[in-house]
């Protein structure tokens, strides 16, 4: 940073000088505020229980970014971000589309979640560098305080009452710890370390396979963006591949415990076996596999417009494997087939419920994100 004059001045991201901007510093607080209410540990999660934690999450989630896009937009900054537009076409395709949907409900639901979306992202690019700061602080200690919880309800499972749900809200706060341990120094490196290994520990534990993979991601992006887009000379790119060790070794840290806690879960008597196994729809690398092998051919069915944002649950049973459509079933043990809720894989969900337009749109602005 430099003022008028030519002057370098500190960036307020990686130290610790005081002042700055005060409605930027709140806007951070604003940010930071919706995922520390999900740090509320209990007793069993304020909506465990509830018939559709799902679209409650997705609700409190756009109800959350309200005050900062209120506050975002009276600043009027962010306007210029690459990627904005294409956000704007993708709710206008959402919005019409739910004229036309099959299931209302969760067709308004994608279009909140939409909505939801674009908030953050024009929240996001009006973040100055002291909003930045407090994000940068606020969230580690969030996913640190979410994943501390955990262990006090049930399952560790969080205020939804559901493990995916905890990892999503929790995985901000370990992206934003692996780019500090890159980029940043003191204690606000220790901080980052500390959220991005308590992240791992609990994705590994749980076990959440897409928060493993999210987690290696971000990584793996931090990692990059210290050598690349902090790179001054090759002073400069010994110090970030320096950082970008210490990231790695965290990384490992993080799945130490969880080798050792495997390793004292098998001591003990085994446990019986249950008569029947008891099988879901939503474990399991098998019933995965072959629902992703038939989403293919839905995509191509619907190439131009997609099934329709939100539609996926009805539209996918005429493309269901037999195979899959048993382990859905508890060995027919339920009188009906329980339907696939989505395609457990975002990469697939959006170009099935979106086409190749909208859809091709919305992972543009996933990989402009990253």
């Known amino acids: ?140 200690l969030v996913t640190i305080l979410l994943v501390a919880a955990t262990p006090w309800t049930p399952e560790w499972a969080g205020v939804f009452g559901n493990t995916g749900d905890l990892s999503e809200a929790a995985l901000p ?71 970008f060790r210490i990231l790695l070794v965290g990384v490992a840290a993080g799945l130490v415990p969880l080798l050792v806690g495997g390793w004292i879960g098998g001591d003990g008597e085994p446990e019986q076996p249950p008569a029947e196994p008891a099988r879901t729809t939503t474990g399991g690398f098998e019933f995965r596999r072959l629902t992703w092998a038939r989403v293919p051919a839905m995509v191509l069915d619907h190439a131009q417009l997609g099934v329709g944002p939100g539609q996926f649950q009805s539209a996918f049973p005429p493309y269901r494997d037999p195979a899959e459509i048993e382990l859905s079933s508890f060995d027919r043990r339920e009188p009906t087939p329980i339907e696939v809720e989505h395609a457990h894989s975002d990469w697939l969900t959006i170009p099935a419920e979106y086409g190749s337009f909208a859809g091709g749109l919305l992972l543009a602005v996933l990989v402009l994100a990253l």
């Not at 229980?49 to 209120?70: C, K, R, W």
């Not at 993979?213 to 887009?229: D, I």
């Open 173 to 243: 706060g370990a992206v934003l710890g692996a780019g500090v341990v890159c980029s940043a120094a003191g204690g606000l490196r220790a901080l980052g370390l500390a959220a991005l290994v308590l992240f791992g520990v609990y994705v590994g534990a749980t076990p959440v396979h897409a928060g493993l993979a999210s987690l290696g991601v971000a990584a793996l992006a931090a990692g990059c963006a210290a050598l690349v887009g902090r790179a001054g000379g090759e002073e400069g790119r010994s110090e970030a591949a320096r950082r």
């Open 1 to 140: 940073m430099a003022d008028p004059n030519g002057a370098a001045t500190p960036d307020p991201i990686h130290t610790d000088a005081p002042g700055g901007d005060g409605a930027d510093a709140l806007l951070g607080w604003l940010v930071v505020a919706p995922f520390a209410f999900l740090a509320w540990p209990g007793p069993g999660g304020l909506f465990s229980g509830a018939p559709d934690t799902v679209s409650i999450g997705i609700g409190a989630t756009a109800l959350g970014a309200l005050p900062a896009v209120l506050l975002a937009t009276l600043r009027g900054r962010g306007a210029a971000l690459v990627g904005l537009p294409l956000l704007v076409i993708v709710l206008a395709f959402a919005a019409f589309q739910t004229t036309r949907a099959d299931d209302s409900f969760n067709a308004w639901r994608a279009l909140v979640g939409i909505a939801a979306a674009l908030g953050w992202t024009i929240v996001g690019a009006s973040l100055g560098p002291y909003g930045r700061r407090v994000v940068a602080r606020g969230l580690p």
